[in-house]
């Protein structure tokens, strides 16, 4: 029974985990197909950072559908994934312009950040397998 109760919160998780997945793609659609296009105060943030938000929350979710679907558990511990995030954010602005023709940017780390603080909240607000 315990068994059959512990598949039943990991299909939960994996769909919670799948719709953050999909929506973030909607909305990185979104931003390159009209908001960056859009003149407005914030093109700035849309052409700069929005993307860079959602991309930790892209990460995350289908890293942990993932690791659902094979390992049977799911990565929880909040410092780890901190540093996964920020180190997958110094790969990609400090060593991939070294091989990509891209610009490193500082404030991206911090985006990156927010994004994981977004995904973190979200799954903490959304945790309804402890209830």
Known sequence: MLERSLVKQHFIQ????????????ILYGWNE???????????WFFTGYYNDILAPIILLSYSNI???????????????????VM?????????????KNSTSDIYDL??????????WLSTKAGDITKA
Request: net charge positive.
């Open 14 to 25: 994996i769909k919670y985990d799948l719709v953050i997945f999909v929506m973030c793609f």
């Open 33 to 43: 197909l009209y908001l960056k296009e859009q003149s407005s105060i914030m093109n």
């Open 66 to 84: 993932l690791i659902l679907i094979f390992m049977k558990k799911k990565i929880t511990n909040f410092i780890g994934l901190s540093l996964f």
């Open 87 to 99: 180190i997958v954010g110094l790969y990609w602005e400090y060593i991939t312009p070294l091989y």
């Open 110 to 119: 911090l985006a990156y950040y927010i994004g994981f603080l977004i995904y």
